[in-house]
């Protein structure tokens, strides 16, 4: 396969089409944190199972991009040590016992360098994958993932990993308005909330694709061929 000749998926609304070589994995925040338990999801009270069926075909979709030579973009949430970059607001959400920062099962909960804020062992970035550590929920915000896309000639977007509703929502409108084309493959991306994972997707693909595009893992793999 050509990674300079335009590729179509059959997605919704519409097809969406891409030039591969142009066309940025992005795996937002599969973190332990979000998927085992112990972690920031399970603190805020969710079930973390919810989010594992993602990992396989994540795997799948990362296999092939690494094979084809494609750009992969990894992303994880978190803070500084110091806790400079936590915004007040953000550390007291919930009231929880345990929040942002203080010492969990896994290490200080959504702390960078810590073991609960690095990537799941089976999704883990090569060394010529960038990875963006952001303090928001959009993976725009407050990081270098723009200028990375504009020094790679990137155009469009594949955004997969958690949580639907949040991370992936936020990163995709985030995108969305910078002008870029994004494709969410639903299999790849998941929600504590199966009726979030519905609503999640529809938002995203509803109106002509106001947001972007939705398909599945497999209709991307038979596009790369
Ligand atoms: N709580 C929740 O659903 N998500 C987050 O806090 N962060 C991400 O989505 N990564």
């Known amino acids: 396969m050509s990674t300079s000749t335009l590729?179509?998926?059959?997605?919704?609304?519409?097809?969406?089409?891409?030039?591969?070589?142009?066309?940025?994995?992005?795996i937002i925040d599969m973190q332990r944190d979000f998927l085992e338990p112990g972690g920031f999801g399970e603190?805020?009270?969710?079930?973390?199972?919810?989010?594992?069926?993602?990992?396989?075909?994540n795997k799948k979709l990362l296999a092939?991009?690494?094979a084809a030579g494609l750009q992969v973009i990894h992303t994880r949430e978190g803070h500084r040590p110091d806790l400079?970059?936590?915004?007040?607001?953000?550390?007291?959400?919930?009231?929880?016992?345990?929040t942002i920062g203080d010492v969990g099962p896994m290490g200080?909960?959504?702390?960078?360098?810590?073991?609960?804020?690095?990537i799941i062992k089976e999704l883990y970035p090569l060394p010529d994958e960038p990875v963006i550590d952001k303090p928001g929920k959009g993976?725009?915000?407050?990081?270098?993932?723009?200028?990375?896309?504009?020094?790679?000639?990137?155009?469009?977007l594949v955004v997969t990993g958690v949580t639907t509703e949040v991370c992936v929502n936020t990163t995709v409108r985030e995108a969305n308005d910078r002008g870029y084309d994004c494709l969410v493959p639903?299999?790849?991306?998941?929600?504590?909330?199966?009726e979030f994972q519905e609503m999640g997707l529809k938002m995203i693909k509803a109106q002509g694709g106001i947001f972007g595009w939705v398909?599945?893992?497999?209709?991307?793999?038979?596009?790369?061929?």
Request: proline share 6%; hydrophobic share 40%.
């Open 7 to 26: 590729v179509s998926v059959e997605a919704e609304p519409y097809a969406f089409e891409f030039i591969p070589a142009e066309t940025a994995l992005v």
């Open 64 to 66: 092939a991009w690494r």
């Open 139 to 156: 993976a725009f915000f407050a990081t270098d993932l723009q200028a990375i896309l504009q020094n790679k000639g990137i155009k469009k």
């Open 108 to 118: 200080r909960i959504l702390v960078r360098g810590e073991e609960g804020h690095d």
């Open 43 to 57: 603190m805020l009270g969710n079930d973390v199972s919810q989010l594992r069926r993602t990992i396989e075909p």
């Open 84 to 98: 400079t970059d936590l915004p007040p607001a953000k550390k007291i959400r919930g009231k929880s016992a345990t």
């Open 186 to 194: 639903s299999d790849c991306v998941g929600s504590y909330f199966p």
């Open 215 to 225: 398909s599945d893992s497999d209709k991307i793999l038979a596009a790369l061929g």
